[in-house]
């Protein structure tokens, strides 16, 4: 499902979840307009950020160290 942007340009990321773990899943991201930080973006909006992202994220939870 794609959002759209201050500008209203539409993004439209699908997702594949490749590997879950118990809090986090690693999952591949396959951009469809080329806006890369709609990625980080879109899932904050859907309550699935990206760990480790101060911006739009849960900075708190890195799943990598």
Do not use: N, W
Request: charged fraction near 30%; include cysteine.
């Amino acid at each position: 499902r794609g959002g759209r942007g201050k500008e209203g340009k539409a993004a439209c990321p699908r997702s594949i979840p490749v590997e879950y773990f118990s809090d986090f899943v690693f999952v591949d991201i396959q951009l469809m307009t080329g806006r890369t930080h709609q990625i980080r973006a879109h899932g904050a909006a859907i309550e699935h950020p990206v760990a480790g992202d101060k911006r739009y994220g849960d900075s708190d939870r890195d799943p990598i160290g």
